[in-house]
């Protein structure tokens, strides 16, 4: 079954995504579409974990993986890390179901990882 979602770019353009069910689909776009390269295509949120690194919270930068529950791949939710809000709170890009792409403060968010074309 496919899901369509709608996200806004800064820029205004109407981006669609398909995610087909498949989150980490939506974060290898992401990566893609920022020029930043295809090396999360290969598979989904386990290939995703495999190609990254454990990184802290507080060493967390825009672009930055966050999964919810890696041990479970079935059960496990994958999105972007892009910032604080004005009161410190974490934000973070993700399809969250029926609301499609959204930025909140999702909790569930416990593991930060750090793909290393983004360590330059």
Known sequence: MSRKSHARCEAGENLEIISKGYLSLF??????????GDMLSAGGT?????QSYAI?????????LVFKNPGS?????????????AN???LFMHC?????VVINSYS??????RVPALDG
């Open 27 to 36: 974060v290898d776009w992401c990566y893609k579409t920022a020029g930043v």
């Open 46 to 50: 386990g290939w995703q974990w495999g």
């Open 56 to 64: 802290t919270a507080d060493q967390l930068k825009p672009g930055d």
């Open 73 to 85: 791949w079935s059960d496990n939710h994958v999105g972007l890390y892009l910032g604080t809000d």
């Open 88 to 90: 410190g709170n974490m």
């Open 96 to 100: 969250a179901g029926s609301s499609g």
């Open 108 to 113: 569930g968010f416990k593991y930060f990882r």
